[in-house]
C-alpha cells in the first residue's frame, strides 16, 4: 500500500544544552486545548497522551556502545570457529598469519631443535574461508553484531614486519570480499587491518600510502556499499580517497577537498577511520599531526568526521594521557566531541585504567535527562554508554481521533536523537495497528491475526539526525538539537474499531518507557497512541459524540464454551431475523466475533 513519510529536521540557535523534560511536548506544535483538556493542533491532530521522556536505560542497541574483543587464529585447516561470542558487540580479531611468508609462527622444539617456524604466502584455503563464515552464522544467531579486523599478527600479539608481499593481500582481499560481502547484516564495519602490528598500520616496513589505497580501493570494489571501511588514520583514508597533499588540500571547504568529494559521490561516506590512539593526547598518539601543512590535524580530522562519517560508525580506544600532554580523556572532553566525530563504539577493557576512572567519575553536565546536577549516581561511564551512536526519544505523538473507512491515517512525530552518532545501517520502519480489545491475544478464533501493519518503506532512519554543533572562534553553538519531525500518511485496516498504533523500527530500541505488562508486538515497538476508525461519518459511530435516539432493541445474552453471545433481536421487514447484530465475546470481554 502506498504511504507518504517525510521528515524535517527542526533547526535551533541554542547557547547550551539544557532541556526541560517537563516540556518535551514541545511548544511549536501546539494550539491551543479544548475544553476536554485535549490539545490539538490547527490541522485537528491530537497529542497523544505518552510518556516522552528518556527513561535513562543503557539500550540493546548491538550496533553501537561497548564492544568486547575477541580472537581468531585462522589455521591452513582445524580451525576451530568462534563458537560463542564474548559479548553482543563483538569486535572480531581475526589473524590469517600463517597465510604470510613473514609472520613469524614459534619455535619447533621436537626432537631437540630450536628452528624458526613461519606462515607460508599462499590462497586462503577453503577451510579458513568457512571458519569465517561460521563464525559470523554464530554472530548472527546469538543475536549479536561484529567489528571485524583482519590481519597477519599471529594472534594479535603485536608483531612486526608480518605483512606478506602486497600481490599476496591483494588477492587475500578478492578471498574475503564474497565472505564479507554475505555478512553485512551483522558487520558494523570493516576496521580493514591487514597491514602491521595489531591491523593497525604501523610497525610494518611494507606499509606505503599507495599500498594501503590500493588494498582499501580493491575492498571498495568487490564489497557491497553497505560495507563501511575504516582505516587507521585521517592520512590513510585521504590517500585512499585520492588525496596526495593532504596537508593542504584536506579541508572540507577547499576547492580540491569539493572536487574531490564530488568525483568519489558515496564512496565518501563509505571510507571512514577508527582510533586506537583515543583521547591519549591532543593528536591521539599520531593519529592527527602536529604538522597541519604535511598532515591532517585533529581540527580538519574531526570535520571531515563530522560531516562525511555521518553515517559510518567511528570509535576504538581510549588510552592514558601520555606524559606531558593535555588531558582529554575525560567523559566531559567526549561530550563535546563525541557530537561532532559521531562516535559510536569503544573498547570495554581497554584502557582499563581509563575504563575505570570513567565508572567512578561523577558526570556533572547537563545534557537533557541526563542531568549530574540532579543524578547524583550519574556516572561518566554511564553518559558515554548511552550515548555511543544514537539514541531515539519520542518528543510528540499526534493522531487524529477519527479516522473515516476509505480515508488514510495522517499523523506526525517528533523523535530527537541525543545520541553521539546516527543509525549507520538502514532499518526497516513498520506502523503496527493493533485492536485495543485483543491486545494480548495473537490470533482470533477464526485464525485471522487482530494485528496489521503498514511498511513506511520511503522512511530511512539514517536520517533522524543528532545534534549538530558549530565551533567558530572558540566558542560553541548548537545548531541544531537532533528534534526530527516526522509527518505520516498510510492506509488502516478496514475494520471499525478502536486501535492502538505502535511504531517497530528493526534491531531499535527507543529510550522511552516501554509497555513491559502487555506488548502485543514486540518489545522494541513504540506506543505512539490510538485512534478510532469507522465507517460512518455521524456523530452516533464516533465514541463520545451525541448519539441518536432510538427505540432500545431487545437483547439475548448466552454462555457458550466460556464465551458469552449476545444475540440482536431486531427482525427484518418480512419478520425474520439474520442475526448481522450478533457478537461472540471472551470472558475477558474481547470481541471475538461480530457477524
Excluded at 567523559?331 to 563535546?336: N, Q, R, S, T
Excluded at 575504563?355 to 546536577?373: C, L, M, N, V
Excluded at 476508525?533 to 431487545?554: E, F, Q
Aim: aromatic share 10%.
Amino acid at each position: 500500500m502506498k504511504n507518504l513519510f517525510k521528515i524535517w529536521t527542526l533547526l535551533s540557535v541554542v547557547s547550551s544544552v539544557a532541556f526541560a523534560a517537563d516540556g518535551a511536548a514541545g511548544d511549536s506544535a501546539l494550539k491551543g486545548s479544548a475544553a476536554d483538556g485535549v490539545t490539538r493542533d490547527s490541522s485537528g491532530l491530537v497529542l497523544q497522551d505518552l510518556d516522552y521522556t528518556d527513561h535513562l536505560q543503557t539500550l540493546p542497541n548491538y550496533d553501537r556502545g561497548f564492544y568486547y574483543s575477541q580472537a581468531l587464529h585462522i589455521k591452513v585447516s582445524g580451525t576451530k570457529p568462534i563458537e560463542k561470542p564474548y559479548g553482543k558487540l563483538l569486535h572480531l580479531r581475526a589473524d590469517i598469519a600463517e597465510f604470510s611468508s613473514q609472520a613469524w609462527m614459534g619455535v619447533d622444539t621436537t626432537g631437540g631443535k630450536r628452528d624458526t617456524t613461519w606462515g607460508k604466502s599462499q590462497d586462503l584455503t577453503e577451510d579458513a574461508l568457512n571458519v569465517l563464515q561460521t563464525t559470523f552464522d554464530n554472530v548472527r544467531n546469538f543475536g549479536g553484531k561484529v567489528i571485524v579486523r583482519i590481519c597477519y599478527d599471529p594472534w594479535f600479539d603485536g608483531h612486526s614486519n608480518t605483512t606478506p608481499e602486497h600481490k599476496w593481500v591483494m588477492r587475500h582481499i578478492e578471498q574475503l570480499a564474497p565472505v564479507l560481502s554475505k555478512n553485512v547484516d551483522v558487520i558494523v564495519a570493516l576496521e580493514m587491518g591487514m597491514h602491521g602490528a595489531f591491523g593497525e598500520m604501523h610497525s610494518d616496513t611494507a606499509i606505503t600510502y599507495p599500498r594501503v589505497a590500493e588494498a582499501v580501493n580493491k575492498m571498495l570494489q568487490l564489497t557491497p556499499p553497505e560495507l563501511k571501511i575504516l582505516t587507521r588514520t585521517g592520512n590513510y583514508s585521504a590517500a585512499v580517497l585520492g588525496f596526495e597533499n593532504w596537508g593542504v588540500d584536506f579541508h572540507i571547504d577547499g576547492d580540491v577537498f569539493k572536487q574531490i568529494a564530488e568525483a568519489k559521490g558515496d564512496t565518501m561516506y563509505r571510507v571512514g577511520m577508527f582510533n586506537d590512539g583515543y583521547l591519549g593526547t591532543q593528536y591521539d598518539y599520531g593519529t592527527w599531526g602536529a604538522d597541519c601543512k604535511t598532515s591532517i590535524c585533529r581540527e580538519e580530522g574531526v570535520a571531515w568526521l563530522e560531516k562525511y562519517s555521518i553515517n559510518t560508525p567511528y570509535g576504538g580506544e581510549a588510552v592514558e594521557t601520555a606524559n606531558g600532554y593535555e588531558v582529554i580523556n575525560t567523559p566531559e572532553f567526549l561530550a563535546h566531541e563525541g557530537f561532532r566525530t559521531h562516535t559510536s563504539y569503544l573498547n570495554l577493557h581497554w584502557n582499563n585504567n581509563v575504563i575505570d576512572r570513567w565508572k567512578a567519575a561523577h558526570f556533572s553536565g547537563k545534557d537533557y535527562e541526563y542531568d549530574g546536577t540532579k543524578i547524583d549516581t550519574l556516572t561518566g561511564f554511564k553518559f558515554i554508554d548511552d550515548h555511543l551512536g544514537y539514541r531515539y526519544v519520542l518528543r510528540e505523538s499526534w493522531l487524529p481521533d477519527t479516522v473515516f473507512a476509505g480515508e488514510k491515517l495522517k499523523g506526525k512525530l517528533k523523535i530527537q536523537n541525543v545520541g553521539f552518532g546516527n543509525l549507520t545501517q538502514k532499518r526497516n520502519a513498520k506502523l503496527y495497528f493493533v485492536t485495543d480489545e485483543c491486545k494480548a491475544e495473537a490470533l482470533s478464533e477464526e485464525g485471522e491475526s487482530i494485528l496489521s501493519h503498514e511498511e513506511l518503506k520511503n522512511v530511512d532512519f539514517r536520517d533522524v539526525h543528532s545534534r549538530t554543533i558549530k565551533v567558530e572562534d572558540g566558542d560553541t553553538t548548537m545548531t541544531f538539537d537532533g528534534t526530527n519531525e516526522i509527518d505520516f500518511e498510510v492506509e488502516v485496516p478496514q475494520k471499525p474499531g478502536s486501535f492502538s498504533l505502535y511504531l517497530l523500527v528493526d534491531d531499535v530500541y527507543f529510550a522511552n518507557e516501554m509497555d513491559t505488562l502487555v506488548h502485543p508486538v514486540s518489545p522494541n515497538a513504540v506506543p505512539l497512541g490510538s485512534f478510532f476508525l469507522t465507517s460512518k461519518k455521524n456523530s452516533d459511530a464516533i465514541p463520545g459524540g451525541r448519539a441518536l435516539k432510538r427505540n432500545k432493541p431487545a437483547i439475548r445474552v448466552e454462555r457458550a464454551d466460556q464465551k458469552i453471545q449476545i444475540r440482536d433481536s431486531r427482525a427484518l421487514r418480512d419478520g425474520t431475523r439474520d442475526g448481522r447484530g450478533d457478537r461472540i465475546f471472551r470472558v475477558n470481554g474481547c470481541l471475538l466475533k461480530s457477524k
